[in-house]
């Protein structure tokens, strides 16, 4: 799943097995002070891929089997040494954080698909490294997801990410909905726009039904983990929905009740 805004997703509930959690937090420390140095601060852009730089030596460093000092790093290296993990879906974490300081806009959705294949996914296939439940087809299967709940995070932080100078809507969607850019940073919610969403919304929840299976093949705690991370995913598109696309006003958020209905959609799963 996506490494930001885990707000809305159960991540590292109690379904996962306590044998896991050193090894989660280890990769999760990782993944947030990395997508930090990428987005938060004042710092300038080349300080910022200087840092993210620095990450990936350290990342040389365990891949060449040293143990770096920095206590964060050290730990990462336990993990991914004890789980036999490749850093390959790190190296791709720091890609994506990379390209969050030089890339403010996507132009079609395949190039989104990218980003989110090195934003996101990376995280999924870690988790099924630790399960021993890599294999192909759940790989297939995990990348869906992971990509879903990003670009579910994008449509619903539409908002956020204009304060931050960047729109992560493809600009082939507003072009062929007649939504320009002046309007989506006047939040502006008319027919076109609610026809963008639709669209949006759409397509993340056919992305993530696509990969659905996997939570269903999957048996014991992480079957139950994802189908949670699944069935939250499709409720927040449900209550986007329901908001009327307005996610300037209305940006969703789960409630109890909302949980409830997250459970039993699981258990139904």
Same mark, same amino acid.
């Given at each position: 799943?996506?490494?930001?805004?885990? +707000?809305?997703?159960?991540?590292?509930?109690?379904?996962?097995?306590?044998?896991?959690?050193?090894?989660?937090?280890?990769?999760?420390?990782?993944?947030?002070?990395?997508?930090?140095?990428?987005?938060?601060?004042?710092?300038? @852009?080349?300080?910022?891929?200087?840092?993210?730089? #620095?990450?990936?030596?350290?990342?040389?460093?365990? +891949?060449?089997?040293?143990?770096?000092?920095?206590?964060?790093?050290?730990?990462?290296?336990? *993990?991914?040494?004890?789980?036999?993990? &490749?850093?390959? @879906?790190?190296?791709?974490?720091?890609?994506?954080?990379?390209?969050?300081?030089?890339?403010?806009?996507?132009?079609?959705?395949?190039?989104?698909?990218?980003?989110?294949?090195?934003?996101?996914?990376?995280?999924? %296939?870690?988790?099924? #490294?630790?399960?021993?439940?890599?294999?192909?087809?759940?790989?297939?299967? &995990?990348?869906?997801?992971? &990509?879903?709940?990003?670009?579910?995070?994008?449509?619903?932080?539409?908002?956020?990410?204009?304060?931050?100078?960047?729109?992560?809507? @493809?600009?082939?969607?507003?072009?062929?909905?007649?939504?320009?850019?002046? #309007?989506?940073?006047?939040?502006? *919610?008319?027919?076109?726009?609610?026809?963008?969403?639709?669209?949006?919304?759409?397509?993340? %929840?056919?992305?993530?039904?696509?990969?659905?299976?996997?939570?269903?093949?999957?048996?014991?705690?992480?079957?139950?983990?994802? %189908?949670?991370? *699944?069935?939250?995913?499709?409720?927040?598109?449900?209550?986007?929905?329901?908001?009327?696309?307005?996610?300037?006003?209305?940006?969703?958020?789960?409630?109890?009740?909302?949980?409830?209905?997250?459970?039993?959609?699981?258990?139904?799963?």
């Amino acid at each position: 799943m996506a490494v930001d805004h885990y +707000e809305n997703f159960p991540v590292a509930s109690i379904l996962m097995p306590r044998r896991l959690v050193p090894a989660v937090e280890a990769i999760y420390a990782f993944a947030r002070s990395a997508d930090d140095l990428a987005d938060e601060g004042d710092a300038a @852009p080349g300080e910022r891929l200087a840092a993210l730089q #620095a990450y990936d030596q350290q990342l040389d460093r365990i +891949e060449a089997g040293s143990v770096p000092d920095e206590p964060m790093f050290a730990r990462l290296a336990h *993990v991914v040494v004890q789980y036999r993990l &490749s850093v390959a @879906p790190m190296r791709d974490l720091l890609s994506a954080f990379r390209q969050d300081v030089v890339t403010p806009r996507y132009q079609e959705y395949a190039s989104l698909l990218d980003y989110c294949r090195r934003s996101a996914n990376p995280v999924g %296939r870690l988790m099924l #490294a630790l399960y021993e439940a890599d294999d192909a087809v759940n790989l297939r299967d &995990s990348d869906a997801i992971c &990509s879903a709940l990003q670009l579910i995070n994008f449509i619903q932080d539409v908002a956020i990410d204009l304060t931050k100078g960047r729109i992560y809507l @493809p600009l082939e969607d507003l072009a062929r909905f007649q939504v320009s850019e002046t #309007a989506l940073k006047a939040g502006i *919610v008319d027919a076109p726009f609610q026809a963008l969403m639709r669209f949006e919304v759409e397509r993340a %929840r056919a992305l993530m039904l696509s990969g659905a299976p996997l939570a269903r093949r999957l048996p014991g705690r992480i079957g139950w983990e994802l %189908r949670m991370i *699944v069935q939250g995913g499709l409720r927040i598109l449900d209550r986007i929905e329901r908001a009327g696309y307005d996610v300037y006003r209305r940006r969703p958020t789960l409630g109890t009740a909302d949980w409830v209905a997250v459970g039993w959609g699981a258990l139904r799963m």
